[in-house]
């Protein structure tokens, strides 16, 4: 800077100031001293900042930079440019009257791909015991051609956690055949639950599930393997939670924060909010996931994501508005000018959690200036299957729309309050015509000698019977009546059959 600083000495006496403030990288020390012996050369009458233009004095530089004899990589012009940039922000910060809009975030050349690093399969750690690691290890390696690496990990980890509860506590066991209930399994079942960090009733219930299923293949095998080593009286009863739904008022002010907020991450959350998405299958959602499936009819394709399957949830036109916005900001965004690549809705300079913090911080700021209670990106997919069930969908279709397998996943999300059912207590009461409705039969008040009325008669008698026999309280009696009605009912087919004979 000492070179420098005669050229310009406001420019270079402000500059140099603020970096031995920051204490920046060199490059940007290379960067100051670069652009003041520009200043110097093609414009040795600027002496403050804040005569400083865009045009001509940073283009011009940015110029001079692309024209350097030896040529500078766009890494290194990169720097520069966010060196300078950070140090001409700090001064505007500090009060200084210095132009906006100087460097630009369309200035910075596009950072180079990033390679992917090849990823080597990562091969599990044996499983412990000398004798039943590798044949647990060979039966969890023979799952893998149904099921998950993730699941293939929980089979692990509960073999692992039983095999070294064995191993240490009971080491004369040498066959599967010698296992017992008592003192082998119980004995682990109060492992789980007196361990210094106790696992949760969750955790517990997996294990044992994994365990279970180990062992009946073992015995399907021909392993001679006691039955009835885990029970069903064994699992611990997983804790059953309240849905996490907002409430009308909190959910109301939040959403008219995010409106008034307006910028991406706001209009992200307003999405997930409305199609009632996870956060993780919004981060990963297409620029192009909305579809028309009809005339004026749209669906937000969602992709495979947390149970690995795909849906299409309906939309309506505020939705379609939301991801047009979206498109619009992404436009502006920084990381789209760098990498304008067709691939997800929401812009991601880095990985996939970068964005989730970025959602997760946006809705904790909103949440407060909104003065709701503190909200999670979870509670706005509680909210939306709420609001669904108050609208009248049933619970098959929002298991649909939420993606789930199982219906008793989508009744945790669902919060029934108590003024839904004063409401639908009083709809089933204004629908109903009669509260109880009994069917009558006709009894017919003189025989007909003819084969119809002779049929008709039968089955009043039939129903008769019936009727009767249902009041009793002796079930002999009771079997003695089915009986007769049987013999009736023989009756009543050969008189059909006479019927059809005669014509």
């Known amino acids: 800077m000492t070179r420098s600083g005669p050229l310009h000495p406001e420019i270079a006496e402000m500059l140099d100031a603020r970096i031995q403030t920051l204490r920046p990288h060199r490059y940007v020390r290379a960067a100051v001293h670069r652009f003041l012996s520009y200043l110097h050369t093609d414009f040795p009458k600027l002496h403050r900042l804040s005569d400083l233009r865009r045009d001509p004095h940073l283009q011009g530089w940015l110029g001079s930079l692309n024209a350097q004899e030896p040529l500078l990589s766009d890494s290194t012009r990169r720097l520069y440019l966010i060196g300078l940039r950070r140090l001409l922000d700090d001064i505007a910060s500090d009060g200084y009257a210095l132009q906006p809009g100087l460097i630009l975030s369309a200035d910075l050349p596009a950072p180079p791909p990033r390679q992917p690093k090849p990823r080597l399969p990562r091969r599990p750690s044996p499983l412990p015991h000398p004798l039943f690691g590798k044949l647990f290890d060979d039966r969890i390696q023979a799952l893998a051609i149904t099921l998950q690496p993730s699941t293939l990990a929980s089979y692990r980890n509960a073999s692992r956690n039983f095999l070294s509860f064995v191993q240490s506590q009971f080491p004369e066991l040498r066959q599967l055949s010698e296992l017992r209930r008592h003192p082998h399994l119980l004995g682990w079942f109060r492992h789980l639950c007196q361990k210094d960090l106790p696992l949760n009733a969750g955790t517990r219930a997996n294990y044992l599930f994994k365990l279970r299923r180990l062992l009946h293949d073992f015995a399907a095998q021909g392993d001679s393997v006691p039955p009835g080593l885990i029970l069903p009286e064994d699992f611990p009863r997983s804790p059953q939670y309240l849905p996490r739904a907002l409430g009308a008022n909190d959910d109301q002010r939040l959403q008219q924060e995010l409106r008034r907020t ?242």
């Open 262 to 503: 307006n910028d991406l991450p706001s209009t992200a959350l307003l999405l997930t909010r409305a199609t009632g998405i996870r956060i993780g299958e919004c981060i990963h959602l297409a620029e192009d996931c909305l579809r028309s499936i009809g005339p004026d009819q749209w669906a937000l394709h969602v992709p495979l994501g947390k149970l690995h399957t795909e849906r299409l949830v309906p939309v309506e036109p505020e939705v379609r508005q939301m991801v047009t916005r979206i498109l619009a900001l992404r436009a502006l965004a920084p990381s789209s000018r760098l990498a304008p690549s067709v691939g997800p809705l929401l812009p991601c300079p880095g990985s996939p959690n970068t964005v989730y913090d970025t959602l997760r911080k946006a809705l904790n700021a909103a949440a407060q200036r909104a003065r709701c209670p503190h909200v999670t990106c979870h509670q706005l997919r509680h909210t939306y299957a709420s609001e669904m069930i108050r609208l009248g969908v049933s619970l098959p279709v929002l298991m649909q729309l939420l993606g789930h397998k199982d219906v008793r996943m989508t009744m945790r999300y669902i919060q029934i309050t108590q003024r839904d059912l004063e409401r639908e207590f009083h709809l089933a009461r204004q629908n109903a015509v009669q509260h109880h409705h009994i069917p009558q039969i006709s009894i017919p008040s003189s025989t007909a000698s003819d084969l119809p009325g002779i049929c008709r008669t039968l089955a009043t008698t039939r129903h008769l019977l019936e009727m009767y026999r249902r009041q009793l309280q002796d079930e002999k009696a009771s079997r003695k009546l089915q009986r007769l009605d049987k013999r009736l009912l023989s009756v009543a087919f050969e008189l059909d059959r006479f019927g059809t004979a005669q014509k």
